[in-house]
């Protein structure tokens, strides 16, 4: 059974095997979580993503979908890359969002990650409802099948922490 667990804190310093990047669909960094992952595990981030557009993902990483690459400096093994939806209030939207979370944790069994720090996808440049988001992705956590012993939502501030940690409760 996976545990969850919720932190208020900074995710590029979370000691876990995998911490999941809430990415643009470029992957080459970006704003928000995406540059400070990118910021805090140096340029071998980049230069697999890179490696990955010219591979496999010329048009861009899509939306709900999940890659990993190495985790450069950042104090875990692997980087899980997804993209999530921006906010519409489209019902066709929350099952991406779902998708980000069950996806990762498929690339994160993959790997043979036990441990995994996700973030609050989509909650900031694209407006996910905070409390909406957390439900989004706790419920798919706890419904997932994974070898993932424990999820750790890595949460900025305090309103996104008590969000999360009101679901997983």
Known sequence: MTTITCVQGDI???HVDAIVNAANSSLLGGGGVDGAIHRAGGPDILAACRALRAAHYGKGLPTGHAVATPAGRLPARWVIHTVG???RNDP???ALLASC???SLRVADELGAK???FPAISTGIYRWPMEDAARIAVETVREAETSVEEVRFVLFDE???????????
Not at 159 to 169: H, L, N
């Open 12 to 14: 590029t310093g979370q």
């Open 85 to 87: 939806p921006v906010w």
């Open 92 to 94: 066709a939207d929350s």
């Open 101 to 103: 979370y069950s996806e």
């Open 115 to 117: 441990s995994v720090a």
């Open 159 to 169: 309103r996104a922490y008590e969000a999360f940690v009101s679901q997983a409760s």
